[in-house]
């Protein structure tokens, strides 16, 4: 599919790599029914520009040109305090030269600190303008409209990004990562069984499935859900996906069996430790070297897991795990990710 007719903004300067986990995989294997797992590979989307970057690197690359487009100067957008979405708007607002400004939602009641670590350490260094803090279940459009009505009072023009930059120009970025990963298997000789990628705002599932319905790739795309079962999640990825589609000009309707996803790894609440994700974490850093976060890509990474002890996948089975980014917010949880703090049981 011809995606140069949308503008875009170019944040990373290369392909991101895909890697085996040789010794991730044979450490699974070791904890699977017969002692046999899937060989797990790792797609870098946390290699990603705008450093450190992460899946909304690829949706800005679109969003950000579409707004420079209409010609504003401040960027708006949504998150949790440590949102990884907010912290890469505001890195492309630097990079670009425009002002940047958040409704942040305390999702979990109390949990707002203006004085935290990780990703709202880097809000403040990055200069964010302005933070509009609201309860959970606020009316976030609205917060969004009120900030960006406050900029026209005065003489300036915000562009308002949805959470996660999950609307249909967002999505684009995974359609061009969809490209790129063809690309990369052709180039490397490699075939992939399954894929398994992270599913929240839904930007990344809904617009890899749009990218691969439409380059007809016909290779299974596993949504792990971080906050919510399949039966809330999967509607809303569809609802991206044809979104997509249809802003490609595709024709087609997305076909409801390319959207799956499993639900179970992100309880007690999106946001909340639970001991599977600490196990992920340790278990990915201990026997390869790469972080995951605790929001989002260590409870992804323990649906990984749990499908593989599960007997889902065939032995050797070769899975792309979509590895989102998410790093600084590892910092806001140290102690919990080393297993010295307050996590429940999944
Ligand atoms: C936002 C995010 C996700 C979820 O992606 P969506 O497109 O919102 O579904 C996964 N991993 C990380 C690290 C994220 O920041």
Known sequence: MDLSRFPRRRYTPFATPIEPMPRFSAAL??????GEG?????????????????????????????????????????????????????????????????VIEERVPGSYNPRASG???????????????VPAGADIGAAMEQLAAD?????????VIPGGGSNAVGGLGYVACAQEMQ?????????????LVGSGSSGTHGGLVAGFVGNR?????????????????????????????????????????????????????????NVRMIEAVQMLARTEGIPLDPVYTGK????????????????????????????????????VVLGEGEAVAP
């Open 151 to 159: 900029l026209v009072a005065q003489g300036r023009r915000g562009y």
């Open 183 to 195: 690309e990369q298997w052709f180039e490397m000789g490699l075939r992939f069984d399954r894929i």
């Open 217 to 273: 790739i016909d290779i299974p795309i596993v949504g792990v859900g971080v906050s919510r079962d399949p039966e809330q999640q999967e509607p809303l990825v569809m609802k991206e996906a044809q979104a997509v589609a249809d802003l490609l000009g595709l024709g087609l309707q997305v076909p409801r069996d390319a959207v799956r996803s499993v639900g179970g790894y992100w309880q007690p609440k999106y946001s909340v430790p």
């Open 119 to 133: 990703n709202h350490f880097m809000f403040r260094l990055m200069g964010v303008e302005r933070i509009m803090v």
């Open 29 to 34: 294997a070791a904890t699977c029914p017969g």
């Open 300 to 335: 992804i990474m323990a649906g990984l897991i749990g499908l593989a002890r599960a007997g889902e996948f065939s032995p050797g089975e070769r899975v792309l795990f979509v590895h989102t980014g998410g790093l600084p917010s590892l910092h806001a949880y140290e102690g």
């Open 38 to 102: 899937p060989d797990v590979w790792i797609k870098r989307d946390d290699m990603l520009g705008l450093f450190p970057g992460g899946n909304k690197t690829r949706k800005l690359e679109f969003l950000v040109a579409d707004a420079l487009a209409q010609g504003a100067d401040t960027l708006i957008t949504c998150g949790a305090p440590q949102s990884n979405h907010c912290r890469i708007t505001l890195a492309a607002a630097a990079r670009e030269g425009l002002k940047c400004q958040f």
